[in-house]
């Protein structure tokens, strides 16, 4: 099992640009997340879903976009990349509740210039 | 809603003494209550959890205890060594929630 897995690893876009973050996860769990982690601070939630077809917002949704068309795949989407957005996303998943262990991937470190 | 409160935001102990980190929660309802460890540049990972049913579990060198009453549980860290410095997490999620509540960090570092 490969687990949680993000790509890309890293990448540096301009502002305006877009761009959608990969995340797939192998152990068939229905809830996955997207968290974003400026330097030095905590996990904020941006999207959750809880099975293929549910999404729904986080603390800090604006600016970005979420689909959950298999439960496999969470890709998020940033559509007009601003410089506010500079961070680390981390990609998660748990089984079958909120109140189950968290599943991480090694996220992805993005810079908006 | 939950909120989960976590201090303190920075701590630094000599290798081999103990480290405690505090959470509090709001919610009576709450019942698991998770913690992560996080090495710099690296993804949050489990390191131990607990559920409302039990006071305390531990783990080798590290344990939890959770008081119901007064609303907080614990990290405790004994015989601390270099390699468990880092940035640990607590969470709080009720049961049956769609979501994990974290506290906003402690980054703790172990001095030689």
């Known amino acids: 099992n490969a687990g949680v897995t993000q790509t890309p690893k890293f990448r540096i876009l301009k502002i305006g640009q877009s761009m959608t973050l990969q995340c797939t996860q192998d152990m068939n769990h229905n809830y996955m997340y997207w968290y974003r982690q400026d330097p030095g601070m905590g996990l904020k939630l941006i999207y959750y879903s809880v099975g293929a077809g549910i999404t729904d917002k986080g603390e800090v949704p604006n600016g970005y976009n979420v689909s959950r068309s298999t439960t496999e795949d969470f890709p998020l989407r940033l559509e007009l990349a601003a410089p506010s957005q500079t961070s680390v996303y981390f990609c998660?998943?748990?089984?079958?509740?909120?109140?189950?262990?968290?599943?991480f991937g090694d996220g992805t470190r993005l810079s908006i210039l | 809603g939950e909120n989960v409160e976590q201090h303190p935001s920075t701590l630094s102990v000599q290798e081999g003494d103990s480290a405690v980190i505090k959470c509090t929660y709001s919610?009576?309802?709450?019942?698991?209550f998770p913690w992560y460890k996080q090495e710099l540049g690296k993804r949050p990972q489990l390191i131990i959890d607990i559920r409302s049913n039990v006071g305390e579990k531990k783990d080798q060198r590290i344990a939890v205890t959770l008081n119901k009453t007064a609303k907080h549980f614990s990290l405790h860290i004994t015989e601390t060594q270099p390699e468990d410095s880092a940035v640990y997490f607590c969470a709080a999620s009720i049961e049956g929630a769609q979501k994990l509540v974290f506290g906003q960090g402690t980054r703790l570092t172990i001095n030689p």
């Open positions: 998660a998943s748990s089984p079958a509740r909120g109140d189950q262990p968290q599943h």
């Open positions: 919610d009576s309802a709450s019942n698991y």
